[in-house]
């Protein structure tokens, strides 16, 4: 089950009134969409607004209904608990992501001599795919060269976890009148269950390259969750940079 929402009126037709959305939240299930919910939003553009993520064993989301607000929703309620408040020269998000993972069980049988018959290991799937929260099965046949010996591999994958959100996420958006791109930010979200976020300004000007989604821009393949181990907290981030050729290097913004 998940939660989605979308926009299901708009309010103020005319050209010159600032309009307003009206947004329905769905519950999304194997029997379809229910609306349980709905709000305002007082802008004309929805954008992906609205992201349904879980923390301590609870439904929330990220969501914005003034422009320039980011809120948290209790789900399935649809009960605002908390977040930033509306600011005119805030940061206006367009689109939220929170990374997700699981704990995979991986088997690998074979009747390769040179191996052990079985082995087994438990690792981190991280942003897991369909495929991976179910338990899948591959075969692989081939002959070994030297012996000739006729050999099956078989790999399974067998998902030990339900599909778990990381305490944290990111925010793509902008300063009202700097929307030529959008920018990402990082955010606290280790006390969203209580209604708390803390969005932070420090990593610096990263502009979203055109037609890429946030979630496509974060690359967790090299994040490990170490906190003791420096290099296992790092993850990739698609960004837009401008380089000078004059000069020969890339151009900072607002230097």
Not at 135 to 162: I, M, N
Not at 199 to 218: F, Q, T, V
């Amino acid at each position: 089950m998940t939660f989605i929402a979308k926009p299901i009126e708009t309010i103020g037709l005319s050209p010159v009134e600032w309009k307003t959305q009206r947004i329905g939240v769905f519950k999304v299930d194997n029997n379809g969409e229910e609306q349980i919910g709905e709000y305002l939003r007082n802008y004309g553009s929805f954008f992906d607004s609205f992201f349904h993520f879980q923390q301590n064993g609870k439904d929330l989301a990220l969501y914005s209904c003034d422009y320039t607000a980011k809120r948290i929703m209790e789900l399935p309620s649809c009960q605002e608990i908390g977040g930033e408040e509306p600011n005119e020269m805030g940061f206006c998000p367009v689109e939220f992501f929170v990374p997700t993972y699981l704990d995979q069980e991986h088997k690998h049988r074979t009747n390769n001599e040179s191996f052990p018959p079985e082995t087994a290991s438990v690792r981190r799937v991280n942003n897991p795919s369909i495929e991976d929260l179910r338990e899948s099965e591959q075969k692989h046949s081939y002959v070994v060269a030297l012996t000739g010996q006729e050999c099956e591999d078989v790999f399974t994958y067998r998902p030990l976890t339900p599909l778990l959100y990381y305490p944290f996420g990111f925010i793509a958006g902008c300063i009202w009148g700097d929307e030529n791109t959008w920018k990402v930010q990082y955010l606290d979200l280790s006390q969203a269950f209580e209604g708390k976020l803390v969005r932070e300004e420090s990593s610096g000007y990263i502009e979203l390259p055109d037609g890429l989604s946030l979630k496509d821009a974060i690359h967790m393949d090299d994040y490990l969750y170490d906190a003791e181990e420096e290099s296992a907290n790092h993850i990739r981030i698609n960004l837009l940079q401008t380089f000078d050729l004059r000069t020969s290097s890339f151009v900072h913004p607002f230097e």
